[in-house]
Every structure is written in structure tokens, then in C-alpha cells.
């Protein structure tokens, strides 16, 4: 199958739309990046909200934007919250994106993400290791860090978003959308986005916030993942180590504006 | 009823107090904002301690110089938590804040925050739309974000204030502080507040810091705003973006002192 | 008994060890800390995992190269689960860390440190007054703030050690390692460390990572402190305040290089 670059124009305007709805985004995310993840957000243009418990995650899944479960650090009251709001996301049609965190390492958390991924997430974004884990194709990754390339887990995206039906974004030094039909990429970023806590976990959240804002989920997760690279890459020039470069990051993503993108190819 | 602008003297000496004092504020707060509440407790000059359980923050509570309950993320066992600890705090007379994060938006969670504010905290802090929601004279914010002005809500602060006996504060581009009898302000600030996480909920456990050394609690409240939002206007002279903007906002914290307050308008 | 300073050439050839390894670090930590950990992690040269549910952290604890335990913010389950990856990681001869977070300032914690101390950390790394409250010497610090001098916990330590068999670690404006044999030691660093939340705990994970690069968990403890004293001490020639002292931390564990020891006193 062939891979196409993302069209620069339509990144911008996936970027224009969000910065004009500025979309109410849902996040049912773990305990280490709560921070990053509201504060990608905010940088971006969208409007972060944690709501967990069981109590009130599922009703205000159904009033947000969009909705992201992240299983980074899953318990069983969450993961139930997480269940509870993921079917009222797809019944009140409000587009959700599952991270499956560290898939293919702990037997049990395998098993909880089978059970989220039956619930038909909008996207699946992960890195290489994740969603060949998934597709049953690899090892697992060291932790939550991934050991394979992101060009090697192509083959294995398409074949997990035909098996579900999911748009499968898979992300590393290139990042892939794929819809089992198409096939779109970007390149760029910056290495140090690896030594940052929350810059993969809060890309799910960006992906899931550009899906409020662009209807077809493919384009919006190639679009999330182009403002995430580019950001890093700007980052990247100003940044002298890992500290400094998570303040960049942040800068870049609310500087950068829908026009930026064009004339450049991605 | 007149409003007042903060004293210059008054928010002098309030620091003054905070700084002598370096009291050990309790904070049961959300979990996005843990880290950011304790910096900007330490950067001004406060000692956080975030004691969580059942087991043990009730204790903690009657043993601190002052107690912060957030609502941001809340799960019954946290709300017990809560409940039981703001009753220790006021059996110990040790002033507490509450901050009723998203009020008007989830029923289940506006009915904890009632059983909250019937515990009678010593400031109740809040953006518009929440005090605005409180008063039943709202519709509620977008998520934990305002869309009303904070001049919109000063007479639904001084009603819930006379309503409930606690001192009521409410923030914005300008911030007041009401008991029902006097209302101060004050202005200033920078609007880049509004894109990092954490700094209102920041105020909150920077007004409980302030309660804990000032004894009048509306002189309290205002005085953690002006420190705030002085911080926030130098940040924004040097910050480029909101990454930027959270580290010159924690150093201009640590930076400002008592006696800067003097020879200005508030 | 004697203390020795750190030998340059032991602290050089720890953090060689760490960067060849790059370990996967099992963090069982407190609510607030959790960023800061995995960045310090990642800037030093480590691989973080948070993985904390009863279900699947004991067995990640089996395969991580070490775990940290800190208790800042224990609650019942999550107490279960850091008693259960102690022992799993004990059987699987995985070295581990206790961080007692606020120990001599709440009984029912206390009593929490005493049951995880018996299942035989292999360091236990703690400020001055956690260390004399340990030991039965002091009173407890305010709230997570010690209240001592960590040269006034040295003996303390060296007896901890003793009736313990774990690894002592005290830390301050010195830092020292016992064995209760052997004492070593480590000068520098800069006082706004005390500034930022998280310094003290994410160096109880630093230790975790030394620990898995390095046999002797003395010369690990020690090596840890000795990498973020000279971190600290390059921050705070940069830092105006504690917000970018956070960054130029990070920035500094980044940068610095295993042969950057040789040639300086410690």
C-alpha cells in the first residue's frame, strides 16, 4: 500500500478548524501526565478537562468534544470509568482515541485494552511496539518506551485498523495514520521529544481534540501528529537539554499558526 | 455595595505575615495540578504537604497552619477524605479553602461540592461561572473553564457569601474578595494565565497560605490575587509562550517582595 | 566512625555503568512527583515506568531492572501493591528504594514505613528528620519539609543501617551512604533544590537507577547524589528562581558526562 506525505493545506486547515472550535476535550489519561497533557492542550487552542470518576465521567463524555483514554497507570475503578465513558462517547457520537500504553509488556493490561479496543475507538495511537503488540506481531517495548521503528509497524497498523475498524496511528521518527485504506505520513520533530515524559500521551490527547474539529479521523490524527512534529522541531533549535525543550514545546505549539504549514512539505 | 481596591499596605504586610510565618498548607486538591500547587506554594514562600488518605489527612488537617479542598478530580473516596478533613481544620479552627472546580456543569459532582460548602470553609474561591453556577444564577463554565466575566459575578458572590457565612472570592481579569459586607479588588495580571493549568487552582492553595498568616480572610483572599496576578504580569513581560510563562510566573513568586507592593495602585 | 568523600573515579564509572544499562525503573511514587520522576529518569539516563495497580505492578516489579517506593501520599491499595512488588522484587533479586516520605509527623504512616522497612529495602534514602524519626531520635519534620541538618542523622543513619541491613542514605546540604561500616559522602549543590517539589523524591528514584548499574548500593546511593548535587550546583548558576531552576535541573542531568567527576573533590 502507499504511503502518501500529508497535504501542508490540509493540515492547516485541520488546524484552523480547531483553533475556532476550541473544542471541550475529555481526558481519561494516567497519573504522570496530567500536567503536559492539559497544558499540550491549552498551548494547541483546546480546552482540557480530567473528569475520572465513574460517578460523572461517563455523562460529561457525552457533553465534551472529544474523549481520550489513556491506560498508563489503569486500576480497575478507572478502567471501569473508562469502559462506561467510552460507550457513552459512542453513543452520543463524540469521537474517542485510545493510547494503549505498554501494550504487549503485562499480560493483564493486555487484556484491559482488548476490552477498550471492542469498544470501537475513533483512533488507536500508539508507538511501534504497542501496535505490533497488538496485532500480535511483536515483543512489547522496555517499559512504556518503544524498541521498534515506527516504519516496521506500518504493515501491522493497516492490519489492526481493518481487524477494528479503528483508525491506527502509529508514531516514531515517522508517524502514520491509517484507516486500512490510506495510508498518510509525517516526518520532522526532534529526538528530545523521547526524554520528555507526556509528549506521546499528550499527542493522544491532540489527536483526540483535532477530532472534534475535522471529521474524517484519518486526516485529524496525521494533523495532530504534523503540529506535534513540527512544534518539536522548532523546540528543538531553542532547547539545550530536556528541561528546556518541554517549555519550547509548549511555546511552539501556541505559536504556530494554520499558514505555517503551507508551502512545506511534511 | 462600593468596591474597594486593595490596600497597597495591606497586601504588603499580608506577605510580610506568609513570609515570617512559612506556614504548612494541607492540599487535598486535583490530580493535574499537584505539582504546580506545591511550586507555587514553595516559590511564595509556604510549605505544601498534599496528605490524601482517610487514614491519616483528617489528623494532618488539625496539625497545619491551613487546608486546601480542590474539586477538580474528585472519587468518593477522596470526597470522605475531604469532608472529614475539612471538619478536623474547623474543630481545629484552622482556616480551609474551597475551590468548586466546575461547579455548574455535573450535577453528581455540584452535589458534593453543597455538602462541602456546608461545612462552612473559610473562603470559597472560584471562577465565574462557578460562583455564578452556586448562586443558581448561571448555566455553568465549558468544562473547569469560565465563560463569564468576573464582573459579572461580584453581586452572586456577595449574595452566596451573605448565604453561606464564608468569605467569597471570585477571579478573572479583575478579582474579588466579599464577607457580604466589604468587596476589595484587585486588577492586573496577564491573560496568558488562562492557558497554563493549575494557576487558579494555585491561588487557591495560595489563599489558604495567606489564611493561615493574615487573620482577616477577605484581606486574605485579595491579598494571595494581588500577589498572583503581580506575578503574572511580570511573567508576561518575559515569557514568550505558556511554557515560558510557568517558570517566569514560579520565579517572579519567589521574587516579589513585601515592600513591592507599595507606591502602587492595586 | 570515619566518613570518606565520595571518590571521583567511583562516582564517573557509576553513571558510566547507568548510561551503558539505561535501566527500567519501576516507580511506585507519590501523587505530586510523578513528572519530575520520569524526567529526571529520562534526563539522567534512565527508563521510567509508573505501573502501580495491585494486578500487574508485582509482576513488572519482577522484570524491571530496580523499583522505588516512595510513600508521599500513600493510600490503602496502593500501600498493598508497593508491599507486593517489594516482595516480588525481592524474589527476583530486583534492588529497591524506600523513600519514607514524611516519616515521625503521622502514626498511621509511620506505622505503614515500618511494615515496607521489613520487607528489606536495599536503600532507604531519606532528609534528616525522616532518618532521626526512623531511628527513634526525632520528632518529625514539618510536614515533608525536614526541620534537621542531615549531619545531625548521620549516626542515626549508621544505626538504621545497622538494625535494618539496608542502605542508608541521608540527604541535605551533605549527603551521606551507610552500610554502617562504611560512610561516604558528597558536598555541592544549591540551595533552591529545596524549592522545587520533587528534587528529594526523584533522587530517591535516581538511586533506584544507580542501584540497578551498580553492585555496591552504597557507591549507587552516594553516585546518585553526587550526579544531582552537580546538577543542582550548574542550575543554580543559571536559575533566577525556582521555576527555571526546574529546567536548568533537568537540563544539567542531560549534559553532564560520567567523565565530568574526574578531576573535582566531591
Known amino acids: 500500500m502507499q504511503i502518501t506525505p500529508l497535504c501542508p493545506r490540509a493540515a492547516s486547515e485541520a488546524l484552523e478548524k480547531l483553533r475556532q472550535l476550541r473544542p471541550l476535550v475529555h481526558c481519561l489519561t494516567n497519573d504522570v501526565v496530567q500536567e503536559i497533557t492539559a497544558n499540550v492542550l491549552l498551548a494547541a487552542g483546546a480546552s482540557p478537562a480530567m473528569v475520572v470518576a465513574e460517578e460523572e465521567a461517563p455523562y460529561f463524555a457525552g457533553i465534551a468534544g472529544a474523549l481520550l483514554v489513556n491506560v498508563g497507570t489503569p486500576v480497575p475503578e478507572r478502567l471501569r470509568s473508562m469502559q462506561l465513558s467510552a460507550q457513552a462517547a459512542r453513543e452520543h457520537h463524540v469521537p474517542w482515541v485510545l493510547d494503549p500504553v505498554a501494550a504487549g509488556v503485562i499480560p493483564w493490561r493486555d487484556s484491559e485494552i482488548r476490552k477498550l479496543i471492542a469498544l470501537h475507538p475513533t483512533v488507536i495511537r500508539g508507538n511501534a511496539s504497542e501496535i505490533l503488540a497488538l ?12 524498541t521498534d521503528s515506527s516504519a516496521s509497524a506500518v504493515n501491522a497498523a493497516v492490519e489492526l485498523s481493518r481487524s477494528t475498524g479503528s483508525v491506527v496511528c502509529v508514531t516514531g521518527e515517522t508517524d502514520y495514520a491509517t484507516d486500512g485504506e490510506r495510508i498518510l505520513s509525517v516526518s520532522g ?3 528530545m521529544t523521547t526524554l520528555v515524559v507526556g509528549t506521546g500521551c499528550s499527542l493522544s490527547a491532540l489527536t483526540a481534540a483535532f477530532c472534534a474539529a475535522e471529521k474524517d479521523p484519518v486526516t485529524a490524527a ?3 501528529c504534523a503540529l506535534a512534529k513540527r512544534a518539536a522541531f522548532i523546540a528543538g533549535k531553542h532547547a539545550k ?3 528546556s525543550f ?4 509548549l511555546d511552539a505549539l501556541y505559536a504556530i499558526e494554520p499558514q505555517d504549514f503551507l508551502g512545506e512539505s511534511l
Not at 496485532?135 to 518503544?146: L, P, R
Not at 518541554?246 to 514545546?249: N, S
Request: net charge negative; hydrophobic share 20%; aromatic share 4%.
Open 241 to 243: 537539554g530536556p528541561g
Open 135 to 146: 496485532q500480535g506481531a511483536g515483543k512489547g517495548g522496555k517499559g512504556v518506551d518503544s
Open 189 to 191: 520533530g526532534n529526538v
Open 246 to 249: 518541554h517549555d519550547e514545546y
Open 222 to 224: 496525521i494533523s495532530a
